[in-house]
């Protein structure tokens, strides 16, 4: 009896080989980064435009194609912005999603509609490179996820809008300018310098504020973390701020504003709702507590909440 062709073993190797290339390009496809070309020139020198997802401003490497996403809130690509320093205004048109943002270079400001990120494993969510500075004054937002902000050595990154379900944690020797309010329920700062200068930060019951926790991601381990309140207030509603984790260098510096543990008397009373300098890491003096002006408020009339000084921990205060 005859084989039928498309039964035969060289037709199904054929089919298999076919569903292996669909399956590696979808896959490669789900993973394109585009570099921002308004000026169709492959990004150099780059210009101001808008980010929307009808206009073919991004090169691939070949050609000029519109930005790709599935939906407003679930990205398959990531953006690079590039070419020479300078002064570029980027109006988002309608809310974009992106695996991740990479700025090369200074002078871009972000500003409209929200951008929404969902960091990899291995790629911040937000990387400016070093020595350079970028704004986001654009709405943030993500789905409740850790969300890496890379900050090269020199860099500056403002962030002058709302973050919405975005749990972040700042990474490298840069500073992070932030001047509005947000509410996360986790945050690490392993950066070089948080400046809070403006903005009501809310910290979530049951969630934790680390400084200094050493965190290793993505090829980068930020050991050093310092957070300075000028001229925000920070309310911590239910656990602890920790400066210190892990072995890292830990910084909490007060100089106008407000930072108020527990005054709200939120959730259940618990003894963790506490300034701890340091935690778990009892080797070696890396955490301080500065406090050259504003107001520093533990606790309330029926819960005085602690600033615990575990051994090696030190607190230095002047005003």
Not at 125 to 133: F, R, S
Not at 210 to 238: E, R
Not at 286 to 308: D, F, R
Request: one cysteine or more; charged letters at 5%.
């Amino acid at each position: 009896m005859r084989q039928h062709p498309k039964n035969s073993p060289v037709a199904f190797i054929y089919r298999w080989l076919a569903m292996v290339a669909l399956g590696f390009f979808a896959t490669s496809a789900s993973a394109q980064v585009l570099t921002w070309d308004p000026s169709s020139n492959g990004g150099n020198p780059p210009a101001s435009g808008n980010w929307d997802t009808a206009t073919a401003d991004w090169y691939n490497g070949s050609a000029d194609m519109i930005w790709s996403q599935t939906s407003s809130t679930v990205p398959t690509t990531g953006a690079i912005f590039g070419g020479v320093d300078g002064t570029y205004a980027i109006n988002v048109a309608t809310q974009v999603a992106a695996t991740n943002i990479m700025i090369n270079n200074s002078g871009y400001t972000f500003s409209g509609s929200g951008i929404f990120l969902e960091n990899s494993a291995s790629t911040p969510g937000i990387n400016v490179a070093a020595g350079k500075t970028a704004t986001l004054a654009c709405p943030i937002a993500s789905g409740n996820n850790a969300n890496y902000f890379l900050v090269g050595a020199g860099s500056v990154l403002n962030i002058e809008n709302t973050m919405t379900s975005v749990q972040p944690h700042f990474l490298g020797a840069g500073t992070v300018n932030l001047s509005s309010s947000i509410s996360p329920n986790v945050v690490y700062v392993d950066c070089g310098n948080l400046n809070f200068t403006s903005g009501t930060w809310v910290q979530g019951t049951g969630g934790v504020l680390y400084l200094g926790y050493s965190t290793a991601y993505g090829g980068t381990t930020s050991t050093t973390g310092a957070l300075t309140v000028n001229g925000g207030t920070i309310n911590d509603t239910g656990n602890k701020i920790v400066v210190c984790r892990g072995g890292g260098t830990g910084t909490l510096t007060l100089s106008s504003g407000a930072i108020n543990v527990w005054t709200a008397g939120i959730g259940t009373v618990s003894p963790n709702a506490i300034i701890s300098i340091p935690n778990n890491d009892n080797n070696a003096n890396h955490a301080s507590l500065v406090v050259n002006g504003g107001v520093l408020t533990m606790g309330n009339s029926s819960y005085a909440a602690a600033i615990e000084l575990m051994p090696g921990g030190s607190a230095a205060a002047s005003q």
